[in-house]
């Protein structure tokens, strides 16, 4: 159950029979600082305002008829009108051992679920992913794992770059290698290859014309470019796939929808969009005129859609991919993982797309931006000689800086279950340390800090849960099979509890703003709690009573389940022990 919903609809209730009109909502929200109860509900203040009566006045007439019998063992106005609830703690108890057990935990499937279209990770096939690909990639893949949890139809979009002039060369590159070099073979260092393609084109100008004539002959639908395209293209897709897997992200062969899969729809669009009298033709080139997105000066905001020597752009695609998302995919919610310095084509295609009616105005168009991953030195990450750090290298690295770790620390466990734990924990830290950063802004890329023990690290929350893990061994208990009722007593157990419980509205507020670290602060928090109570509050010591063992046992347990559940909505895993 979500408690700030469900408050919410109590309050709510409340209001009304106190003669509040609907549209003056309650305002619910966990309360921030110690003392002000468990939830704070903030609405009397603007009703009273509004209804011209004194706020405090109001929310004493909201509590008294608000039924919370059982639920709250207190219920005080503060301040100007502030409503404070405080939980009976019997009730939390039961509320959290309701969900020991349970695959979902706490959380309620949405009663209003939708069609959400997501695009993510999307590279670009001419060149190997490298680490500008890994945010939109682990991020989408958090919203789409939470999303789908929460019970919305998920359709995955990989809208990789398989289209263009590079091809025309790349291509041409591939079959003058043929005779001596299987595609396999050639194709083994993508990076490596593009720059030999680059290279003969750059120096070759007969291989140049080659290259040029391809692209015509790729897009005419050539079948001879077209087997060597689709050649090149399987190849960088299943280069991509090894990286998917590495990261334990959802994407596969079946979400890949790339560009070239618009291609016919271009011209056709197009000429719809000239029909409306949205493209005109401007010094050649087919263009739209947005006055809505004009700058300070009043310039309108110009969306080219076909070049004046006919070839189509990156906004073209993207509208006709709207078209179809909405069209076919019968999407009522897009969204897009894609780096914020592409805000403005954003902007332009949805505006646009709206525009020209190709999506109503019940769809949501949304693009989710992030910044950058920056080095220790503030710019872009990049490898020591300036070059791009290929995202394959990057998370082998990742795994052998956590052995070496898991070595150092002595552990006892034998070689394959070790490699098996470097494994989870040098990508769990990659993709933690990049996940719990807002997503708007630029981070520092650190491998001390993301392997770190301490703070709020994939290593920390795993090794918290292997805490606990432990703490069921010495005590011989299988935590699946404990019946004991729980029962808070220690102010401790009852924070755990309380944020516990909080599970349910931190996946609600995720999926809303598509914000994974959301959820990753509530885990470090949950962990920070865990701490404090395991400190304060014997479980295993001679003289603990068996109910209170048990009891405790059981929050041992609640945090457990809450930990690896959470962590696999962001795609991390957990081990027994490490
Ligand atoms: N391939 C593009 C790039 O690497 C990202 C595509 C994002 N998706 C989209 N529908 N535009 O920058």
Same mark, same amino acid.
């Given at each position: 159950?979500?408690?700030?919903?469900?408050?919410?609809?109590?309050?709510?209730?409340?209001?009304?029979?106190?003669?509040?009109?609907?549209?003056?909502?309650?305002?619910?929200?966990?309360?921030?600082?110690?003392?002000?109860?468990?939830?704070?509900?903030?609405?009397?203040?603007?009703?009273?305002?509004?209804?011209?009566?004194?706020?405090?006045?109001?929310?004493?007439?909201?509590?008294?008829?608000?039924?919370?019998?059982?639920?709250?063992?207190?219920?005080?106005?503060?301040?100007?009108?502030?409503?404070?609830?405080?939980?009976?703690?019997?009730?939390?108890?039961?509320?959290?051992?309701?969900?020991?057990?349970?695959?979902?935990?706490?959380?309620?499937?949405?009663?209003?679920?939708?069609?959400?279209?997501?695009?993510?990770?999307?590279?670009?096939?001419?060149?190997?992913?490298?680490?500008?690909?890994?945010?939109?990639?682990?991020?989408?893949?958090?919203?789409?794992?939470?999303?789908?949890?929460?019970?919305?139809?998920?359709?995955?979009?990989?809208?990789?770059?398989?289209?263009?002039?590079?091809?025309?060369? #790349? +291509? %041409? &590159? !591939? =079959?003058? @290698?043929?005779?001596?070099?299987?595609?396999?073979? *050639?194709?083994?260092?993508?990076?490596?290859?593009?720059?030999?393609?680059?290279?003969?084109?750059?120096?070759?100008?007969?291989?140049?014309?080659?290259?040029?004539?391809?692209?015509?002959?790729?897009?005419?639908?050539?079948?001879?470019?077209?087997?060597?395209?689709?050649?090149?293209?399987?190849?960088?897709?299943?280069?991509?796939?090894?990286?998917?897997?590495?990261?334990?992200?959802?994407?596969?062969?079946?979400?890949?929808?790339?560009?070239?899969?618009?291609?016919?729809?271009?011209?056709? #669009? +197009? %000429? &719809? !969009? =000239?029909? @409306?009298?949205?493209?005109?033709?401007?010094?050649? *080139?087919?263009?739209?005129?947005?006055?809505?997105?004009?700058?300070?000066?009043?310039?309108?905001?110009?969306?080219?859609?076909?070049?004046?020597?006919?070839?189509?752009?990156?906004?073209?695609?993207?509208?006709?991919?709207?078209?179809?998302?909405?069209?076919?995919?019968?999407?009522?919610?897009?969204?897009?993982?894609?780096?914020?310095?592409?805000?403005?084509?954003?902007?332009?295609?949805?505006?646009?797309?709206?525009?020209?009616?190709?999506?109503?105005?019940?769809?949501?168009?949304?693009?989710?931006?992030?910044?950058?991953?920056?080095?220790?030195?503030?710019?872009?990450?990049?490898?020591?000689?300036?070059?791009?750090?290929?995202?394959?290298?990057?998370?082998?690295?990742?795994?052998?800086?956590?052995?070496?770790?898991?070595?150092?620390?002595?552990?006892?466990?034998?070689?394959?279950?070790?490699?098996?734990?470097?494994?989870?924990?040098?990508?769990?830290?990659?993709?933690?340390?990049?996940?719990?950063?807002?997503?708007?802004?630029?981070?520092?890329?650190?491998?001390?800090?993301?392997?770190?023990?301490?703070?709020?690290?994939?290593?920390?929350?795993?090794?918290?849960?292997?805490?606990?893990?432990?703490?069921?061994?010495?005590?011989?208990?299988?935590?699946?099979?404990?019946?004991?009722?729980?029962?808070?007593?220690?102010?401790?157990?009852?924070?755990?509890?309380?944020?516990?419980?909080?599970?349910?509205?931190?996946?609600?507020?995720?999926?809303?703003?598509?914000?994974?670290?959301?959820?990753?602060?509530?885990?470090?928090?949950?962990?920070?709690?865990?701490?404090?109570?395991?400190?304060?509050?014997?479980?295993?010591?001679?003289?603990?009573?068996?109910?209170?063992?048990?009891?405790?046992?059981?929050?041992?347990?609640?945090?457990?389940?809450?930990?690896?559940?959470?962590?696999?909505?962001?795609?991390?895993?957990?081990?027994?022990?490490?």
């Amino acid at each position: 159950m979500n408690i700030r919903e469900f408050l919410t609809d109590k309050v709510q209730a409340a209001m009304t029979q106190a003669g509040i009109p609907a549209e003056y909502s309650a305002h619910v929200a966990a309360s921030k600082k110690a003392g002000f109860g468990d939830y704070q509900a903030n609405g009397a203040m603007a009703a009273a305002k509004a209804m011209k009566t004194n706020p405090r006045e109001l929310a004493a007439k909201i509590v008294e008829h608000l039924d919370l019998e059982g639920i709250a063992e207190q219920v005080e106005i503060a301040g100007p009108g502030f409503i404070n609830i405080h939980l009976n703690e019997p009730w939390l108890a039961g509320e959290l051992q309701q969900c020991l057990g349970e695959s979902a935990l706490s959380v309620d499937k949405t009663t209003a679920p939708q069609t959400v279209v997501v695009d993510y990770s999307s590279p670009n096939l001419a060149k190997e992913m490298h680490v500008g690909h890994l945010r939109s990639t682990i991020i989408g893949d958090a919203i789409v794992k939470a999303l789908e949890f929460v019970g919305h139809t998920v359709v995955r979009q990989n809208h990789v770059g398989d289209w263009g002039t590079q091809f025309g060369m #790349l +291509v %041409a &590159e !591939l =079959e003058s @290698q043929a005779e001596t070099t299987e595609a396999g073979i *050639a194709l083994k260092d993508l990076e490596a290859f593009y720059q030999r393609a680059k290279k003969h084109f750059d120096e070759d100008p007969e291989f140049a014309t080659t290259a040029r004539e391809y692209v015509v002959r790729l897009q005419s639908g050539d079948t001879k470019v077209l087997a060597l395209w689709q050649q090149f293209r399987e190849i960088s897709l299943s280069h991509g796939e090894e990286i998917y897997n590495l990261l334990n992200v959802s994407l596969t062969r079946a979400n890949v929808m790339g560009e070239s899969a618009y291609n016919e729809d271009l011209p056709v #669009l +197009v %000429a &719809e !969009l =000239e029909q @409306q009298g949205l493209a005109v033709v401007d010094q050649g *080139a087919k263009v739209v005129f947005l006055p809505e997105l004009a700058d300070k000066a009043g310039n309108p905001s110009v969306v080219i859609v076909q070049k004046q020597d006919g070839g189509y752009l990156y906004a073209t695609t993207d509208l006709a991919c709207i078209r179809y998302r909405v069209g076919k995919l019968k999407g009522d919610r897009l969204m897009y993982f894609i780096d914020q310095r592409q805000g403005l084509h954003m902007q332009q295609v949805f505006a646009l797309a709206r525009k020209a009616g190709f999506v109503g105005p019940e769809v949501s168009l949304e693009h989710h931006g992030f910044g950058t991953m920056n080095g220790e030195d503030g710019t872009p990450f990049k490898t020591r000689d300036g070059g791009t750090v290929k995202l394959a290298q990057l998370l082998v690295e990742a795994v052998d800086r956590a052995r070496a770790l898991i070595d150092s620390k002595g552990s006892d466990l034998p070689d394959s279950e070790k490699a098996e734990v470097a494994r989870k924990v040098g990508i769990g830290a990659v993709k933690y340390a990049d996940l719990s950063k807002t997503r708007t802004t630029d981070y520092i890329f650190s491998w001390e800090k993301m392997l770190s023990f301490e703070g709020n690290t994939a290593p920390y929350l795993q090794y918290a849960y292997t805490r606990i893990q432990s703490i069921f061994r010495n005590a011989n208990v299988d935590p699946a099979s404990l019946d004991a009722t729980l029962v808070i007593t220690e102010p401790q157990e009852r924070q755990l509890a309380m944020k516990l419980l909080q599970f349910p509205e931190t996946i609600e507020l995720m999926v809303k703003e598509a914000f994974p670290h959301v959820l990753c602060s509530y885990l470090f928090e949950l962990a920070s709690l865990y701490m404090s109570f395991y400190e304060s509050c014997p479980i295993l010591k001679d003289g603990v009573k068996e109910t209170t063992r048990d009891s405790r046992l059981q929050l041992c347990r609640a945090v457990a389940e809450h930990m690896q559940l959470g962590l696999s909505l962001l795609g991390i895993e957990v081990m027994d022990r490490m």
